[in-house]
């Protein structure tokens, strides 16, 4: 009975210790981001490599560089060969707008992948 006990003291420490010992998530890598805008519309795209199913956006907007609101979330891309692909589109204001798109996991972190002013 005691083996049993110290070896799930040990395991559970072991994974504890795993846990904090300064280990960075794996994000999947974002590449051919594109913003453009024409007289009405603001289109965002980006691709993604090696996603897990865990993994979702969010593409965030402010006005003064410093407050985000969702403007949108962003669950599935569309699936290619070796990449998912993703677009989004939003009517254009006059002011002046940050976009940045945000990776973020069912478990709470996020990755903040690039950042655009328009």
């Known amino acids: 009975m005691k083996t ?3 070896v799930f003291l040990f395991n559970s420490l072991f994974s504890i210790t795993a846990l904090y010992a300064g280990v960075e998530p794996q994000w999947p890598v974002v590449s051919n981001i594109q913003v453009s ?3 009405n519309t603001i289109s965002i795209s980006w ?3 090696a996603e ?3 993994i979702y956006y969010l593409v965030e907007k402010s006005t003064d560089g410093v407050r985000y ?3 949108a979330i962003v669950l599935l891309g569309f699936e290619g060969t070796t990449q998912y ?3 989004f589109k939003e009517k254009t204001n006059t002011s002046k707008t940050t976009y940045r798109i945000k990776q973020i996991k069912n478990d709470g972190s996020f ?3 690039a950042e655009r002013t328009l």
């Open 4 to 6: 049993i006990i110290l």
């Open 85 to 87: 692909s993703y677009l």
């Open 69 to 71: 609101k969702t403007a």
């Open 52 to 54: 897990e199913k865990d």
């Open 47 to 49: 691709a993604a490599n």
């Open 111 to 113: 990755n903040i992948v």
């Open 37 to 39: 805008q024409n007289t």
